[in-house]
């Protein structure tokens, strides 16, 4: 069973940086890419960055220029650093892996980010 395992979820400061790192064990097929999702507590669970197998690199408009994201899914290991952060950057950050063939969708547990004000 494929296993992704996030952490550095932190208190952080507004302004302030934190870096999450995952990694994916268990790996049958060669990915393709990864990604981080975030939810925040009351809504929905939304894509932040992606980092492909051709270190192509691609993030969601509230993040660009603020995060970046970085990796080898050669190894199965991904970061996101984040900074300037601010209390809307708060919550579930998840580490996602999909396969093509056949379709699956893996997903870590979630580190959590709280950003003080």
């Known amino acids: 069973q494929v296993q992704l395992v996030e952490s550095g979820g932190d208190l952080g400061q507004a302004g302030g940086s934190l870096r999450l790192s995952c990694v994916a064990s268990?790996?049958?097929?060669?990915?393709?890419?990864m990604s981080w999702y975030r939810q925040a507590p009351g809504k929905q669970r939304e894509w932040v960055a992606t980092i492909t197998s051709g270190g192509s690199t691609h993030y969601a408009d509230a993040v660009k220029g603020l995060f970046n994201i970085s990796g080898d899914t050669g190894k199965n290991t991904m970061y996101l650093q984040m900074n300037s952060l601010t209390p809307e950057d708060a919550g579930i950050y998840y580490c996602?892996?999909?396969?093509?063939?056949?379709?699956?969708?893996?997903w870590g547990q979630g580190t959590q980010v709280t950003v003080s004000s």
């Open positions: 996602y892996v999909g396969r093509i063939m056949p379709p699956n969708d893996y």
């Open positions: 268990r790996i049958t097929f060669s990915i393709r890419a």
